[in-house]
Protein backbone atom coordinates (compact mmCIF):
# COMPACT_ATOMS: atom_id res chain seq x y z
CA UNK A 1 0.00 0.00 0.00
CA UNK A 2 1.66 3.38 -0.91
CA UNK A 3 -0.15 6.75 -1.35
CA UNK A 4 2.36 8.66 -3.39
CA UNK A 5 0.43 11.90 -2.01
CA UNK A 6 1.52 11.45 0.94
CA UNK A 7 5.79 12.28 2.24
CA UNK A 8 5.28 9.56 4.74
CA UNK A 9 4.46 6.78 2.67
CA UNK A 10 6.09 7.91 -0.31
CA UNK A 11 9.56 8.20 1.23
CA UNK A 12 9.02 4.80 3.20
CA UNK A 13 8.28 3.35 -0.48
CA UNK A 14 11.67 4.88 -1.59
CA UNK A 15 13.82 3.81 1.18
CA UNK A 16 14.72 7.53 2.23
CA UNK A 17 12.50 7.72 4.95
CA UNK A 18 14.42 7.81 8.24
CA UNK A 19 16.88 5.58 7.45
CA UNK A 20 19.32 5.97 10.52
CA UNK A 21 16.56 5.17 12.71
CA UNK A 22 14.96 2.20 10.56
CA UNK A 23 18.38 0.27 10.10
CA UNK A 24 19.24 1.15 13.52
CA UNK A 25 15.91 -0.98 14.68
CA UNK A 26 16.82 -3.37 12.24
CA UNK A 27 19.76 -4.49 14.69
CA UNK A 28 17.74 -4.75 17.94
CA UNK A 29 16.35 -8.15 19.04
CA UNK A 30 13.53 -7.00 21.65
CA UNK A 31 12.32 -9.63 23.56
CA UNK A 32 9.52 -8.23 25.82
CA UNK A 33 7.30 -5.21 25.32
CA UNK A 34 7.64 -2.52 22.63
CA UNK A 35 5.96 0.39 23.33
CA UNK A 36 5.43 3.12 20.18
CA UNK A 37 4.20 6.21 20.76
CA UNK A 38 3.07 8.16 17.57
CA UNK A 39 3.09 5.18 15.79
CA UNK A 40 2.11 6.62 12.32
CA UNK A 41 1.42 3.62 9.55
CA UNK A 42 3.41 1.50 11.53
CA UNK A 43 6.80 1.50 9.60
CA UNK A 44 9.07 2.16 12.92
CA UNK A 45 7.22 -1.25 14.26
CA UNK A 46 7.98 -3.39 11.41
CA UNK A 47 11.53 -2.36 11.53
CA UNK A 48 12.04 -2.86 15.28
CA UNK A 49 10.35 -5.80 15.17
CA UNK A 50 11.87 -7.38 12.50
CA UNK A 51 14.77 -9.41 14.47
CA UNK A 52 12.67 -9.53 17.48
CA UNK A 53 12.07 -12.57 19.58
CA UNK A 54 8.99 -14.76 19.63
CA UNK A 55 8.27 -13.52 23.16
CA UNK A 56 7.61 -9.99 21.93
CA UNK A 57 4.70 -7.75 22.44
CA UNK A 58 3.90 -4.85 20.73
CA UNK A 59 1.54 -1.50 21.89
CA UNK A 60 1.17 1.02 19.32
CA UNK A 61 -0.84 4.32 19.91
CA UNK A 62 -1.66 6.69 17.14
CA UNK A 63 -4.65 9.06 17.62
CA UNK A 64 -4.86 9.83 14.13
CA UNK A 65 -7.41 8.28 12.13
CA UNK A 66 -5.48 9.54 8.67
CA UNK A 67 -2.61 6.67 9.83
CA UNK A 68 -5.00 3.87 10.99
CA UNK A 69 -5.77 1.82 8.44
CA UNK A 70 -2.45 1.85 7.01
CA UNK A 71 -1.24 0.93 10.70
CA UNK A 72 -3.67 -1.82 10.57
CA UNK A 73 -2.00 -3.54 7.64
CA UNK A 74 0.94 -3.33 8.87
CA UNK A 75 0.14 -4.82 12.27
CA UNK A 76 -1.30 -7.43 10.80
CA UNK A 77 2.17 -8.47 8.74
CA UNK A 78 3.72 -8.94 11.95
CA UNK A 79 4.40 -12.18 13.68
CA UNK A 80 4.24 -10.92 17.23
CA UNK A 81 0.94 -10.14 18.98
CA UNK A 82 0.28 -7.04 20.04
CA UNK A 83 -2.42 -4.18 20.20
CA UNK A 84 -3.12 -1.04 18.34
CA UNK A 85 -4.97 2.10 20.36
CA UNK A 86 -6.36 4.84 18.43
CA UNK A 87 -5.60 7.62 21.80
CA UNK A 88 -3.05 9.67 22.11
CA UNK A 89 -0.26 9.13 25.48
CA UNK A 90 0.52 12.86 27.27
CA UNK A 91 -0.01 13.61 30.84
CA UNK A 92 -3.08 13.51 32.01
CA UNK A 93 -6.21 11.38 31.35
CA UNK A 94 -8.47 13.53 28.86
CA UNK A 95 -9.08 14.81 26.11
CA UNK A 96 -7.41 16.94 23.99
CA UNK A 97 -6.85 18.50 20.38
CA UNK A 98 -5.67 16.56 17.57
CA UNK A 99 -4.18 19.49 14.95
CA UNK A 100 -3.04 18.81 11.76
CA UNK A 101 -5.95 16.00 10.67
CA UNK A 102 -6.50 14.70 7.21
CA UNK A 103 -3.16 16.38 5.70
CA UNK A 104 -2.86 14.76 2.19
CA UNK A 105 0.70 15.61 2.02
CA UNK A 106 2.20 14.44 5.41
CA UNK A 107 0.30 12.13 7.49
CA UNK A 108 3.00 11.87 10.10
CA UNK A 109 2.64 15.91 10.77
CA UNK A 110 -0.31 15.53 13.03
CA UNK A 111 0.49 16.74 16.85
CA UNK A 112 -1.06 17.97 20.01
CA UNK A 113 1.25 21.05 19.93
CA UNK A 114 -0.34 23.33 17.50
CA UNK A 115 3.60 25.27 16.11
CA UNK A 116 3.93 27.11 12.88
CA UNK A 117 4.25 24.22 10.54
CA UNK A 118 0.70 22.64 11.31
CA UNK A 119 -1.16 22.11 8.20
CA UNK A 120 -4.90 20.55 8.28
CA UNK A 121 -8.09 20.63 10.46
CA UNK A 122 -8.26 19.66 14.00
CA UNK A 123 -10.44 17.31 15.99
CA UNK A 124 -10.57 15.96 20.04
CA UNK A 125 -9.08 12.86 21.11
CA UNK A 126 -8.53 10.94 23.88
CA UNK A 127 -5.19 11.05 26.18
CA UNK A 128 -3.95 9.34 28.61
CA UNK A 129 -0.91 8.82 30.68
CA UNK A 130 1.57 5.96 29.69
CA UNK A 131 2.06 5.56 33.33
CA UNK A 132 -2.09 4.82 33.21
CA UNK A 133 -2.16 2.48 30.54
CA UNK A 134 0.89 0.43 31.80
CA UNK A 135 -0.58 -0.35 34.78
CA UNK A 136 0.22 -3.28 36.58
CA UNK A 137 2.13 -4.19 33.54
CA UNK A 138 4.91 -2.06 34.71
CA UNK A 139 5.61 -4.31 37.95
CA UNK A 140 5.68 -7.68 35.79
CA UNK A 141 7.46 -6.78 32.43
CA UNK A 142 10.40 -5.22 31.42
CA UNK A 143 10.26 -2.66 28.06
CA UNK A 144 12.49 -3.52 25.49
CA UNK A 145 12.02 -0.85 23.46
CA UNK A 146 9.80 2.86 24.11
CA UNK A 147 9.74 4.54 21.35
CA UNK A 148 8.76 8.33 21.43
CA UNK A 149 7.58 10.70 18.18
CA UNK A 150 4.96 13.11 18.86
CA UNK A 151 6.02 16.00 16.95
CA UNK A 152 6.59 18.16 19.66
CA UNK A 153 4.19 16.70 22.32
CA UNK A 154 7.20 14.80 23.60
CA UNK A 155 7.31 17.19 26.79
CA UNK A 156 3.57 15.96 27.53
CA UNK A 157 4.88 12.25 27.22
CA UNK A 158 7.32 12.67 29.85
CA UNK A 159 4.98 14.57 32.32
CA UNK A 160 2.65 11.19 31.81
CA UNK A 161 5.38 8.45 32.50
CA UNK A 162 7.03 9.02 35.31
CA UNK A 163 6.56 6.21 36.93
CA UNK A 164 7.81 4.23 33.79
CA UNK A 165 11.07 6.37 33.23
CA UNK A 166 12.04 6.16 36.53
CA UNK A 167 11.13 2.28 37.45
CA UNK A 168 14.22 1.36 35.43
CA UNK A 169 12.64 -1.24 33.16
CA UNK A 170 12.82 0.98 30.09
CA UNK A 171 16.15 -0.89 28.37
CA UNK A 172 16.43 1.41 25.11
CA UNK A 173 14.78 4.45 24.64
CA UNK A 174 14.46 6.18 21.08
CA UNK A 175 12.84 10.12 20.77
CA UNK A 176 12.78 12.05 17.91
CA UNK A 177 13.95 15.84 19.81
CA UNK A 178 12.64 18.81 17.93
CA UNK A 179 14.22 22.29 18.59
CA UNK A 180 12.47 23.63 15.45
CA UNK A 181 8.67 22.74 17.50
CA UNK A 182 9.75 24.61 20.89
CA UNK A 183 11.82 24.39 24.43
CA UNK A 184 13.42 20.76 24.51
CA UNK A 185 13.96 21.52 28.42
CA UNK A 186 12.37 18.84 29.45
CA UNK A 187 15.36 16.40 28.26
CA UNK A 188 16.41 18.04 31.47
CA UNK A 189 13.43 15.94 33.64
CA UNK A 190 14.04 13.02 31.03
CA UNK A 191 17.73 12.97 32.72
CA UNK A 192 16.09 13.64 36.50
CA UNK A 193 13.93 10.67 35.94
CA UNK A 194 16.16 7.89 34.37
CA UNK A 195 19.23 8.62 36.63
CA UNK A 196 22.74 7.62 35.92
CA UNK A 197 21.65 4.43 34.48
CA UNK A 198 21.81 5.19 30.96
CA UNK A 199 23.96 6.39 28.24
CA UNK A 200 22.91 9.11 25.78
CA UNK A 201 23.28 8.62 22.14
CA UNK A 202 22.98 10.73 19.19
CA UNK A 203 21.66 8.47 16.29
CA UNK A 204 23.20 9.34 12.71
CA UNK A 205 24.78 7.79 9.73
CA UNK A 206 27.71 7.61 7.44
CA UNK A 207 29.30 6.12 4.44
CA UNK A 208 28.96 7.73 0.92
CA UNK A 209 27.36 4.63 -1.42
CA UNK A 210 26.28 2.54 1.90
CA UNK A 211 25.14 4.82 4.71
CA UNK A 212 25.37 2.94 8.07
CA UNK A 213 23.65 3.88 11.12
CA UNK A 214 25.84 4.96 14.14
CA UNK A 215 25.89 6.21 17.44
CA UNK A 216 27.60 8.56 19.37
CA UNK A 217 27.63 9.42 23.10
CA UNK A 218 26.84 12.74 24.29
CA UNK A 219 25.87 14.40 27.64
CA UNK A 220 22.83 16.21 28.40
CA UNK A 221 24.70 19.54 27.60
CA UNK A 222 24.70 18.70 24.27
CA UNK A 223 21.14 17.27 24.06
CA UNK A 224 19.94 20.28 25.34
CA UNK A 225 21.98 22.20 22.60
CA UNK A 226 21.00 20.66 18.79
CA UNK A 227 19.18 23.21 16.99
CA UNK A 228 17.75 20.69 14.44
CA UNK A 229 15.59 17.72 14.84
CA UNK A 230 17.36 14.65 15.47
CA UNK A 231 16.80 11.49 17.16
CA UNK A 232 17.72 10.56 20.89
CA UNK A 233 19.02 7.23 21.74
CA UNK A 234 19.00 6.19 25.67
CA UNK A 235 20.65 2.83 26.79
CA UNK A 236 20.34 1.29 29.94
CA UNK A 237 23.90 0.17 31.12
CA UNK A 238 23.51 -3.52 30.86
CA UNK A 239 22.22 -3.44 26.80
CA UNK A 240 24.65 -1.19 26.36
CA UNK A 241 27.22 -3.54 27.20
CA UNK A 242 25.55 -6.35 25.38
CA UNK A 243 24.87 -4.89 22.12
CA UNK A 244 28.93 -3.20 22.54
CA UNK A 245 30.23 -6.36 22.80
CA UNK A 246 28.30 -7.24 19.34
CA UNK A 247 29.79 -4.05 17.29
CA UNK A 248 28.49 -5.65 13.74
CA UNK A 249 25.08 -4.95 15.02
CA UNK A 250 24.78 -1.11 15.74
CA UNK A 251 28.49 0.97 15.40
CA UNK A 252 28.99 2.61 18.87
CA UNK A 253 31.23 5.72 18.88
CA UNK A 254 31.95 6.26 22.86
CA UNK A 255 33.33 9.47 24.18
CA UNK A 256 36.52 7.72 24.54
CA UNK A 257 36.36 6.62 20.52
CA UNK A 258 34.71 9.48 18.61
Not at 9 to 34: C, H, M, P, W
Not at 80 to 87: L, P, R, S, V
Not at 120 to 126: D, M, N, R, Y
Request: charged letters at 20%; glycine letters at 8%; a negative charge.
Amino acid sequence: MTNSNDWISKTVYQGTYERALLKFLNGLEIADIYLDIGANIGVTLWHSLRNSKATATFMAFEPSTQCLKALSCTCSVVRNAGQIFDYAIGDSDSKGTLYGLENQAHSGAASLTKHPGIRGGAGEVQVHKLDTVLGKLLHVHSISLLKIDTEGYEAKVVDGAQETLSSGKVEILVMEVSPNFGSVQYLNRVQELLGDLYYWFYLNEHGRLRRTPYLLEIDLDKALNFEKQWNLVLMREDIYEKYKKNPGQIEIFTKNNS
